[in-house]
């Protein structure tokens, strides 16, 4: 019986840490939910980033068109657009008497066959016509429906100077803008008749 109680009294009690397996499996279990919470959160800024991606395209793309424009083009609308910067280049692009001059600039650039810079500035007065719309009640200005194919107009187009007097237009370098309401011609359309 002493041997018994003494056997009783020196066993060792079940080992209560977990076996180094179990401590690994919770381990992973963590880094697991950790990773999900992580991937969680990347996909909401993702979200929000192509957001706001989206909404900002549009300026950041008139303004890289803007930078690539030639220096002499720069230079010669540094009248219009005052400072270098994104914020400038807005502010200034969508007061309607710099879309009326940088419209002219490229009225004049067209007809006389600089044509280097004309596409961009199509775009570029395309947006600022399109934000100045947006910051009305309702549209001022429309852009003029002109189209390849259709008959030469004096009342609705200007030719360039290499142009034959009458004919089918071949080509609209420069989209002419019109009152919203009344659809009245502000800019004739400058176009080129080759055919």
């Not at 030639?70 to 007061?95: H, M, P, R, W, Y």
């Not at 549209?139 to 007097?165: C, E, M, Y």
């Amino acid at each position: 019986m002493t041997n018994d109680l003494f056997q009783e009294n020196i066993s060792v009690p079940a080992d209560k840490t977990p076996a180094p397996s179990d401590v690994l499996q919770q381990e992973l279990l963590t880094v697991k939910e950790a990773l999900q919470k992580a991937e969680k959160s990347r996909d909401e800024y993702r979200s929000k980033y192509l957001q706001f991606k989206a909404i900002f395209q549009k300026q950041t793309h008139a303004f890289y068109l803007y930078q690539h424009l030639t220096d002499q083009s720069k230079e010669e609308l540094s009248g219009i657009f005052k400072g270098k910067n994104f914020e400038a280049f807005l502010a200034c692009g969508v007061q309607p008497a710099n879309i009326d001059a940088l419209w002219e600039y490229a009225r004049q650039a067209a007809l006389a066959g600089s044509l280097e810079d004309v596409e961009l500035l199509n775009q570029i007065i395309a947006y600022f016509v399109n934000l100045y719309n947006i910051t009305n009640d309702a549209p001022i200005l429309g852009f003029q429906n002109v189209s390849v194919g259709d008959a030469f107009d004096v009342d609705w187009h200007i030719r360039t100077q290499n142009s034959k007097p009458a004919g089918t237009i071949s080509k609209i370098l420069l989209t002419g803008l019109t009152n919203a309401f009344t659809g009245e011609v502000i800019k004739k359309a400058v176009i080129e008749i080759t055919d």
